[in-house]
């Protein structure tokens, strides 16, 4: 990769959110982090990111609902949904409505990391053939 | 042209033998003619009947075991019918403990992760911010603990043990034991309390449980700068009201119908388990009450818990 991805990363859990922005940057990676639905809504609407992190269950616009906002505004940022309880159904419901992938809390920073690696090729790969 | 032969005996036609019976009076023949005939009547009669019984018990038989049969498909789909539900009640309860639970988890493993990641650097360790890390990990297994605490206690069916409960002096000892807390929330709390109220037949430490989570519930509203009003009073028929009211932020219409619900929480993470309401719920149920909510949007909630004054524990 050229240059690394720019990460919008989004969780209400403030220690949670804090902790994997500094995990993240350690490992070189450039994060933006928000606590909500609707600040990152507002964040894209400044500029676009490549890839985002975000949390399923949060007060105001879910994290479902944050989805397919963003897929419909803002298609070309792959999103991977973190979540502390998944399920067939809403796995199914993130793939649905364009979610690139979902991992389930706690999980390993590598896996985060590989899954941002992954999201950031698959858009790369987008951009180079489009449609 | 008219048939003069004569016929022999054996050999006449009916209408023949009729006149031939009625002439020469062979009267014996006519009663026995008429016995077989009854006879072959009443056979046939009672082999009618004797059909048209078993039909008849057939049909009700085949009508019993259709019931039967009914009865058991019905009670068939009403076991399904609960099942589905108790097992909708148990996903809808393990989703919310997942969350609860492995949101605090992967705060634990960032730092650990983040820790050990300090530790491997060439540089001599920050420990402040190690201190800060290793506790951060206590509070979160805190917090865990207290998720599976109220679960617990949520979970116990214990029988209450019921005991004359004077409501008034039970209410004031769980408004002191806020006290500290509301004074730094700069929250008022009014009591308005019923002086002719009668003592109940309850259990004092259940009921206790109840006012302490309804008066946490009142401050977590209200967060800072508020007003909690708890009152009680006679009601009929033969019950008491206790009425906790707050001027916190409310909750909308959409969310009333869930605040009862297990892990259902409109407070930010980390912030309270979803557990409160529904154990006072439970509990308010077990002692043969209702507990209800009244609430907008900015102004505030007021919970009412109406209690009978004698006690018929109900097994939940």
Redesign the interface.
């Known amino acids: 990769m050229p240059t690394g991805p720019s990460i919008l990363l989004v969780d209400?859990?403030?220690?949670?959110r804090q902790?994997?922005k500094?995990?993240l940057t350690?490992h070189g990676l450039t994060v933006t982090a928000v606590g909500s639905g609707d600040q990152a809504l507002a964040e894209l609407a400044k500029q676009p990111y490549d890839v985002m992190l975000l949390d399923m269950?949060m007060?105001g616009l879910s994290g479902l609902e944050t989805l397919a906002i963003l897929k419909k505004d803002y298609p070309e940022t792959e999103v991977i949904v973190l979540?502390?309880?998944a399920?067939v159904d809403a796995a199914a419901e993130i793939i649905r409505l364009g979610g690139f992938e979902f991992l389930?809390?706690?999980?390993?920073?590598e896996e985060i990391i590989a899954k941002i690696e992954s999201a950031y090729e698959r858009k790369l790969a987008r951009q180079e053939r489009p449609g | 042209m008219t048939d003069s032969t004569p016929h022999l005996p054996g050999q006449e036609s009916w209408p023949g033998l009729w006149h031939h019976l009625a002439v020469y009076g062979s009267s014996w023949l006519v009663a026995m003619l008429a016995i077989i005939l009854g006879m072959f009547v009443s056979l046939l009669l009672g082999l009618v009947a004797a059909l048209a019984a078993g039909l008849s018990f057939l049909t009700i038989h085949r009508l019993l075991r259709q019931k039967a049969v009914a009865d058991q498909e019905k009670h068939l789909v009403d076991e399904q019918l609960l099942q589905s539900q108790k097992l909708a009640a148990l996903g809808k309860l393990s989703a919310g403990l997942a969350h609860e639970i492995n949101n605090p988890l992967a705060i634990i493993r960032q730092e650990a992760e983040w820790l050990l990641f300090l530790c491997r650097q060439s540089e001599p360790l920050d420990m402040t911010e190690a201190i800060s890390g290793l506790r951060q990990i206590l509070k979160q297994v805190d917090r865990s603990r207290e998720i599976t605490t109220n679960l617990l206690n949520f979970a116990r069916r214990q029988q209450p043990i019921v005991q004359a409960v004077n409501l008034n002096r039970l209410v004031g000892d769980m408004v002191r034991l806020v006290a500290k807390e509301t004074e730094q929330r700069r929250i008022t709390v009014v009591t308005q309390l019923a002086p002719d109220l009668p003592s109940i037949n309850s259990d004092a430490p259940l009921l206790r449980q109840v006012i302490l989570n309804l008066l946490n519930n009142a401050m977590q509203a209200i967060d800072q700068d508020g007003t909690i009003t708890i009152s009680t009073q006679p009601t009929e028929p033969e019950a008491i009201l206790i009425q906790i009211h707050d001027t916190g932020c409310g909750i909308s219409k959409e969310l009333l119908p869930r605040i009862f619900d297990p892990f259902f929480t409109t407070k930010p993470q980390g912030k309270g388990t979803g557990l409160g309401l529904s154990i006072c719920h439970g509990i308010i149920e077990r002692l043969g009450g209702t507990i209800t909510v009244a609430s907008e949007v900015g102004k505030g909630s007021t919970f009412t818990v109406k209690l009978p004054i004698t006690l018929t524990p109900k097994e939940i």
């Open positions: 209400d859990e403030e220690r949670f902790n994997l500094k995990m350690a269950r007060p979540t502390g309880h399920s389930l809390k706690p999980c390993p920073l």
